[in-house]
């Protein structure tokens, strides 16, 4: 069994002929488990990358696409026998081939050898002449599939210009003209595809030719861009003018990945677009494990670290938007800490740790986990309070705020955690570390309650993002604004219910865009059943809403609106602890409310035990985004259920 994604997706048996794998969605699924690597992917995260908008039964639906699937590629497998290609691990799917047996994981396995030894320039040629068309090229809408395909496409680059390089540089490669010219035409912005057009010309005997070639680059790279040729170009035109080019045999200079731009200038392009938003922060993000990548590949501990810790882009929510991409650099910040070990720069320590704080974000952590991240929280603290950097100590904090979710109830601990950011940001110039300081005292008072506190911060924030280029900060004060309006919608004299719902929709549509995934999915809806607990009415039932990672807690509360009782008390009885972040007391509540509803006095002792700390709070509203009302009021149905 071989399959392929370098193109279209497909399948072969081993006589080579092709299997029927289904419609777009099989060959999707099938597709999202290749770009996995052998790692299992959650039928959430599968969901999420399959719909924009999930059906009410995309799960039973994924699992329908999984059987076909099973039955196409496994066709002679016995009954009751298990799956042995696309495996079910823990709350997913992993696919299980060789590597070999992948057409892109072979590509990348051969691109890695070729790097490391120039012996395997062959096995590279037959990899490269592997590719069909772009990688993935039927998964046409899919953000992930876009992803890959970008990630793919500059690592196919890089092994035609590497192979190009192997075999110049041992004397051979002459004939590479008219292959190089091609790409030079298709990719006229890499600097290294003009250098080696050169060479391949001046190994031809067309010395002429290659100072033609090289003063194109010139003339494009200046009226184009308005950039003058990097230095290994102007080297080689000089070399070239010399007669001092190195002689046959001797390797070419290089030290890149084929690119223009190396990880130190790619990294610092990255954090400055992240504050953007939109496309532009979902490209950073991708930009910035590209180049802690070519730093890794570099085996310069020292610059890897400098890479993994320049993006130090505040984080306001404890949620991942892209959960993979996330403990990818966490990897590598990991990797990196154990090369420089104990002793190693206690600056570029401190950053590491802090990136592995804020990349570990609670929600998406469980167990040891999450005890590891809270640790290198506060060693990044400690170190960056003993090294007296303001910027870095703003960075450390901001690790230690995203992991002061550990129960309910903490709000003036993140209160005195944002103040102190705040300070360090004002005294010290760091605008971007002013605003996240800001939105930290924003939800703080906003779940404790002390909403004109909160207002405060608000239009504060407000004027530093109109000042300092952050184009979400509006979108957050949206929310906290609908927020606001939901709360007196329940007071007399308030805003209607209407009002305040019509808030909430027009904050989800500026969100939309914002290309934060972890913290929009689901948010709206758990903001409308919020504002319908605090009107005493039912919870909304309407099939299309997406509730997102919040679906667990909501179901009870959704099915007695339905009235679906005993399913009700099914699905509470499933409901799991809450995980530690912006909305756990608010989930906790969701528990009690329900809990209170069924007569469930066992899972209300333990909803009443966990809000007891956070009776003085409001719930969701440590968010800053949404309310369901004062935690003592679920604190006590869920007490009362007890007792009964």
Not at 150 to 156: D, M, P, T
Request: glycine share 8%; with cysteine; net charge neutral.
């Amino acid at each position: 069994m071989q399959i392929d994604v370098l193109g279209a997706v497909r399948a072969l048996r081993d006589d080579g002929s092709p299997v029927d794998l289904g419609g777009p969605r099989h060959r999707e699924v099938l597709a999202r488990l290749v770009a996995a690597e052998g790692r299992m992917v959650t039928t959430d995260a599968l969901v999420d990358d399959l719909w924009t908008d999930p059906p009410v039964r995309a799960v039973g639906a994924l699992r329908t696409f999984v059987a076909a699937l099973r039955r196409a590629l496994e066709p002679d497998r016995p009954p009751r026998n298990p799956p042995r290609v696309i495996v079910t691990e823990g709350p997913g799917y992993v696919l299980r081939l060789p590597r070999e047996d992948v057409d892109v994981h072979r590509f990348q396995d051969t691109l890695a050898r070729a790097r490391r030894s120039p012996d395997a320039v062959t096995a590279l040629g037959a990899a490269l002449a592997d590719w069909r068309g772009p990688a993935y090229a039927d998964v046409t809408s899919s953000a992930w599939a876009q992803r890959e395909r970008a990630r793919l496409e500059e690592l196919r680059l890089e092994g035609v210009e590497l192979r190009a390089r192997i075999l110049l540089g041992s004397g051979a490669g002459a004939d590479l003209v008219a292959e190089l010219g091609a790409h030079v035409a298709e990719h006229p912005w890499r600097e290294p595809a003009w250098e080696l057009l050169a060479r391949a010309q001046y190994r031809a005997g067309r010395q002429a030719d290659a100072l033609a070639t090289l003063r194109r680059a010139r003339a494009m790279l200046v009226d184009q861009l308005g950039l003058d040729p990097g230095a290994d170009l102007q080297r080689l035109e000089t070399d070239i003018l010399n007669g001092s080019v190195p002689p046959e045999g001797a390797p070419a200079a290089w030290s890149g990945a084929g690119v223009r731009l190396g990880p130190r200038t790619t990294v610092d392009l990255a954090r400055t677009l992240a504050l953007a938003g939109g496309d532009a922060l979902v490209h950073s993000r991708r930009d910035r494990l590209a180049a802690i990548q070519a730093a890794e590949r570099t085996g310069d501990l020292a610059l890897t670290a400098r890479i993994i810790g320049a993006y130090d882009v505040p984080a306001i929510w404890s949620r991942a938007d892209d959960p993979e991409q996330s403990r990818a650099v966490v990897a590598a910040a990991e990797r990196t800490l154990t090369g420089l070990g104990p002793d190693g720069p206690a600056d570029l320590r401190a950053r590491l740790l802090a990136t592995v704080a804020v990349e570990s974000r609670s929600a998406d952590l469980s167990g040891a986990e999450l005890k590891h991240a809270r640790h290198a929280a506060r060693q990044a603290e400690e170190l960056a309070r003993h090294l007296a950097d303001p910027a870095l100590l703003a960075f450390a904090l901001n690790g230690v705020f995203l992991h002061s979710f550990t129960r309910p109830g903490l709000a003036p601990e993140r209160d005195r955690t944002g103040a102190e950011i705040l300070d360090l940001a004002t005294r010290h110039d760091l605008p971007n570390f002013a605003v996240l300081g800001r939105l930290v005292r924003l939800q703080s008072a906003s779940a404790l309650g002390d909403l004109d506190a909160a207002t405060s911060h608000a239009k504060a924030v407000d004027q530093l993002a109109a000042t300092s280029e952050a184009p979400l900060v509006p979108v957050l004060t949206g929310w906290f604004r609908a927020r606001v309006t939901a709360a007196r919608s329940a007071e007399p004299g308030g805003p209607t219910a209407a009002t305040a719902a019509a808030h909430y929709r027009a904050a989800e549509n500026a969100l939309r865009a914002a290309g934060m995934p972890g913290l929009h999915r689901g948010l709206f809806p758990l903001a409308l059943l919020g504002l319908r607990l605090l009107h005493g009415r039912p919870a909304p039932t309407d099939p299309h809403l997406d509730w997102g990672p919040y679906r667990p807690w909501a179901r009870p509360l959704v099915l007695l609106a339905q009235g679906r009782d005993e399913e009700a008390r099914a699905a509470l009885a499933a409901v799991p602890e809450p995980p530690r972040d912006h909305v756990q007391e608010a989930l906790w509540c969701l528990t009690a409310r329900a809990a209170a509803l069924l007569g469930e006095g066992g899972t209300a002792v333990r909803a009443a035990a966990a809000l007891r700390t956070a009776g003085a709070e409001h719930a969701g509203a440590a968010s800053g985004m949404l309310t369901l009302g004062p935690v003592a009021r679920y604190l006590a149905e869920a007490e009362a259920c007890a007792a009964g």
